[in-house]
């Protein structure tokens, strides 16, 4: 974490009404964080990451995008090929 967001024990106690308002940020004691915060869409959004790179068929489609072999269509000629 950047230490913009890290703050220390008693500056989150004071705080932790505007605190919880951001996404993320670690807490410190004597220079050394000792507990981090996440909010729940952080955790969200990490769980569902964790279960795509857990997903075999993902890791390939993400690995033949990198290697420029994904193919894009349009979707309005997908909406075409399909309702015909």
């Given at each position: ?8 024990v ?34 969200e ?15 390939q ?24």
């Open positions: 974490m950047k230490s913009e967001s890290t703050v220390n008693t500056e989150a106690q004071a705080n932790l009404p505007r605190l919880i308002r951001k996404d993320s940020f670690a807490i410190s004691r004597h220079g050394k964080v000792v507990g981090v915060f996440l909010s729940r869409d952080r955790i959004a990490l769980i569902e990451s964790m279960e795509l790179l857990g997903n075999p068929d993902f890791i489609a993400l690995k033949e995008h990198k290697s420029g072999k994904s193919k894009f269509y349009d979707v309005s000629a997908l909406d075409r090929e399909m309702s015909a």
